[in-house]
């Protein structure tokens, strides 16, 4: 079985620019977040998604930050404009609904290093 | 306000010798507590979770209400268990997991 998909891998941008991640959830997982972890620290929820609909949105910086699930599969946050402190690994989780047990499923990670 | 607290950002072990990795929370219903673990050059991935009770690649962990604590142990450290270890908290209701700031755990051959 596929795990979750993110990408890029790595992105390196001067601040003010903009940039968008991509996330492929495990098929069939209805929930999908996104964490943010800063060098040292653990990961931060951004965003929880169900199916298409973002139920717990409020640690997204919403100034510069946005989120989509237009079919309740794939999902891309967009940060513009980028800024020093936005650095990060974005981390892209999903789960079953179904088994609400807390077991979350994490792809890779998406590096941002803003210049 | 939910908080998890790992008190150790590093800890070195020797092969063979036991592991603890201390872990305190604060939550105000009853908590459902994992720990997580990312091997270097690997994704975040669940090791255990309090409710079932298990034992994974030899570590344990217990829920102490009373003291608020979910540490995890090992008898007998081996080179493999060198990684990140997060301690995270499952809100429920909210369906949100907090995590840690997470522990390195360098076992010393």
């Known amino acids: 079985e596929a795990g979750v998909v993110q990408s890029p891998r790595y992105k390196i941008i001067e601040k003010k620019q903009p940039v968008a991640f991509w996330c492929n959830p495990i098929?069939?997982?209805?929930?999908l977040y996104w964490y943010r972890q800063n060098l040292g620290q653990g990961p931060e929820l951004l965003i929880r998604y169900e199916n298409e609909e973002a139920v717990d949105d409020s640690q997204l910086p919403k100034d510069r930050f946005s989120a989509e699930r237009l079919k309740g599969v794939d999902s891309t946050l967009k940060i513009q404009p980028a800024e020093l402190g936005d650095s990060a690994v974005y981390l892209c989780?999903?789960?079953?609904?179904?088994?609400?047990?807390?077991?979350?499923?994490f792809g890779e990670g998406s590096r941002l290093t803003v210049l | 306000a939910q908080r998890v607290t790992q008190p150790e950002k590093l800890l070195s072990v020797f092969k063979g010798a036991p592991v603890e990795l201390k872990c305190n929370y604060s939550y105000s219903g009853s908590p459902e507590l994992f720990w997580y673990v990312q091997y270097s050059r690997q994704r975040l991935q669940l090791l255990l979770r309090h409710i079932s009770r298990e034992s994974i690649k030899g570590f344990t962990a217990d829920l102490n209400k009373g003291e608020t604590s979910f540490h995890l142990k090992k008898p007998f450290a081996q080179e493999e268990d060198s990684a990140m270890y997060y301690c995270a908290l499952w809100d429920i209701g909210n369906e949100k997991l907090t995590f840690g700031t997470g522990t390195r755990l360098t076992i010393i051959p």
């Open positions: 098929s069939g997982h209805n929930t």
């Open positions: 989780a999903s789960s079953s609904r179904q088994e609400n047990t807390g077991e979350l499923f």
